[in-house]
């Protein structure tokens, strides 16, 4: 909701101006961190289980290749998720910025709980979670997501 109803000036206003509790709820939501939840799911519920494989074999794989170009200084990089070949994607300090929130989640969690994760979530590619290494975005340094006067994706501005 946020990235894609709250980051983009059209359906932000459109939220904000018809809908203020949903946009106010999308803010809340996105500064929920540091909430703890002490309860554990047991197993993964069947209809979520192919969500998080998605999540795993395409979204992490993205968020990975992304990082990597972008300690190399690249500003566009290429990957290969599910046999499809994706050339000239942007490199994003926001993406940057979400992986290292997922880095700082897990590494945050006792050592039974990381177990328990891993578990979950058996897909070769869930260890993008747990075997990153720790990136330096510097995106929001001044906590200032989700709501600033401009949110920078990319590097100098939008990609060509």
Known sequence: MFRHFGQDPTPAEIMRNRAPLVFEWVARMWKAGGVSHPHFLDAVPDDAAGMLREICE?????????????????????????????????????????????????????????????????????????????????????????FGKAINVYWQGTPP
């Open 58 to 146: 395409t979204h992490l794989v993205q968020y990975r290749e992304n990082a990597a170009a972008y300690a190399r200084g690249d500003t566009h990089f290429a990957m290969t998720v599910r046999g499809v070949q994706y050339a000239k994607l942007p490199v994003s300090r926001y993406r940057l910025c979400c992986l290292e929130q997922l880095w700082a989640g897990f590494a945050a969690l006792d050592a039974q709980a990381q177990e328990r994760v891993r578990a979950l979530l058996p897909h070769h590619d869930a260890a993008i979670l747990w075997e990153g290494e720790v990136a330096a975005s510097g995106f929001n340094e001044d906590d200032h997501l989700p």
